[in-house]
């Protein structure tokens, strides 16, 4: 079962991008994922083929229109579609691994990048969709943070990466963030690795590697150490 990925976007252009090179582009080739990117403007009805206008109450910018929005959302995710309806969003939940994690058990994900001042509340509350934000900053478009988002859970996916245990060490996969790495030459401008990662004593080296991921968390992530490690 493949994961299948749809993208309602005003930019098809800009998949699969990133995403058709290295890993996602070679899992992509072979079927792993695949990836419908779908013109959100098609589904416009008028000559000039509108998807946007002015804040109903006055402002700045420009929003996405409910109809057409909800047209596209109808046609890419018909009833009985078990795919997640997520909309990238800067007021959504942040993105976690915990969430990549079940979207990559899951059948995919059908996602609506937003652009200009956002979407039409309606068609958020009426389609059900889950707002997913990639971090607090304001991008241009959902674009970029759809790439992030699918680029996450396509790693993830069976046979994606050569080496699954990598996967399980990383970064927040137990809460922690990942120790330092080192690999030759063994001395770098006057700098040697330290030495316990030659030493060739397996036990010694995980728990240095334990010490140095709990330093970094205490050190930068604090409010990492409050949370519930996601695997185990
Ligand atoms: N006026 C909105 C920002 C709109 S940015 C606000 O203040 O909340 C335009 C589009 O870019 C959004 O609709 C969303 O799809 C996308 N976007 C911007 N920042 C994002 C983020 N941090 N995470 C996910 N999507 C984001």
Not at 188 to 201: A, K, Q
Request: glycine share 10%.
């Amino acid at each position: 079962m493949s994961f299948a990925a749809s993208v309602l976007t005003l930019y098809p252009e800009m998949f699969p991008g990133a995403l058709g090179v290295s890993l996602a582009g070679r899992a992509l080739e072979a079927g792993t994922w695949s990836l419908d990117a779908i013109q959100i403007r098609d589904f416009a009805t008028d000559k000039h083929r509108t998807v946007d206008d002015t804040p109903a109450g006055g402002g700045a910018g420009m929003v996405m229109r409910a109809d057409v929005l909800a047209r596209a959302i109808d046609h890419a995710s018909p009833p009985g579609d078990a795919r997640p309806r997520l909309l990238m969003s800067p007021r959504g939940k942040p993105l976690t691994q915990a969430r990549v994690r079940e979207l990559a058990a899951g059948p995919g994900a059908v996602i609506l990048c937003g652009r200009f001042e956002g979407v039409d509340q309606r068609v958020i509350d009426t389609r059900g969709l889950e707002e997913v934000s990639i971090g607090d900053f304001i991008l241009s478009g959902g674009e970029p943070a759809a790439l992030v988002l699918l680029d996450a859970v396509v790693r993830l996916l069976p046979g994606v990466m050569g080496n699954a245990v990598s996967g399980e060490e990383e970064s927040f996969e137990n809460g922690l963030l990942e120790h330092p790495h080192y690999t030759r030459p063994q001395e770098f401008e006057g700098r040697e690795i330290p030495e316990v990662l030659i030493s060739g004593n397996h036990k010694k080296i995980a728990a240095w590697r334990r010490e140095q991921s709990e330093r970094l968390t205490q050190e930068r992530r604090p409010d990492l150490l409050g949370a519930q490690p996601l695997l185990k």
